[in-house]
């Protein structure tokens, strides 16, 4: 069992491109290794709050390089344990959706403030996050921005079990001694719930709009000015 951690605290773990890249390379060591389950955790009290705004988040490469991200965490051969030890935000609750189990600590919340900021995220976040809370909830999380509790998470089952590191890794202890084999069977039916299918040109249309819009420049420039955005549709 292999440990991986989120190791920015002073930035709240949020991702730039060094962290993501750090990941990747953490992943790959870890099925090099012939772990037999991972957990990914953060350092300090907050487990990921997102994509770090104050850099690169809006180049296109950054956001390429965060979707590979979670396709080769999704995509590790052995089971991933998430133990969000503090609040996931935006782009930390992705790499949590990411993983096959949570295990979330009681103070902890999962939120994606997108519509927020002007941004919009992509269709594998927007119908894994159907997948793991339901339809309702999810709607609730990106149209109203509702934060998501621990409490409410582990009776929706995004959370799997409530607790801390020690927690995750005594599970991931246990899931090891299992037979690996039978796991990734598991973990490829368990993944094909139609996240991963091709969108629909229309949504891929759309998602861009947001991305290029006057919107997204106005969000930028609220957020240095510590104001309310005045989003326009355009």
Not at 2 to 20: F, G, P, S
Not at 40 to 64: H, I, K, N, Q, W
Not at 97 to 110: F, G, H, N, Q, S
Request: proline share 4%.
């Amino acid at each position: 069992m292999v440990t991986i951690e989120l190791d920015r605290a002073d930035k709240r773990n949020a991702l730039d491109e060094q962290m993501l890249s750090g990941l990747a390379d953490a992943f790959a060591a870890v099925v090099d290794s012939g772990a037999r389950a991972v957990v990914l955790t953060g350092r300090g009290s907050v487990f990921c709050a997102g994509a770090d705004l104050s850099g690169p988040v809006y180049d296109p490469g950054f956001l390429e390089a965060l979707v590979a991200t979670m396709r080769q965490i999704e995509e590790t051969p052995v089971p991933v344990i998430a133990a969000l030890n503090g609040s996931a935000l935006g782009g930390g609750l992705q790499l949590a959706m990411a993983a096959d189990l949570r295990v979330m600590a009681p103070d902890a919340i999962a939120s994606i403030p997108a519509a927020k900021l002007g941004v919009a995220v992509d269709e594998w976040t927007i119908r894994r996050l159907v997948s793991l809370v339901g339809s309702g909830q999810a709607r609730g999380m990106l149209i109203g921005c509702d934060p998501l509790t621990a409490d409410r998470a582990h009776a929706l089952g995004f959370a799997n079990r409530i607790g801390d590191l020690a927690d995750a890794q005594h599970w991931a202890a246990t899931i090891a001694d299992l037979a690996p084999l039978t796991l990734q069977h598991y973990k490829m039916v368990l993944n094909g719930d139609g996240a991963r299918d091709e969108p629909a040109a229309a949504h891929v249309e759309a998602m861009m709009r947001a991305w290029e819009s006057d919107d997204l420049a106005e969000g930028r420039a609220a957020r240095e000015e510590k104001r309310a955005p005045r989003f326009a549709g355009s």
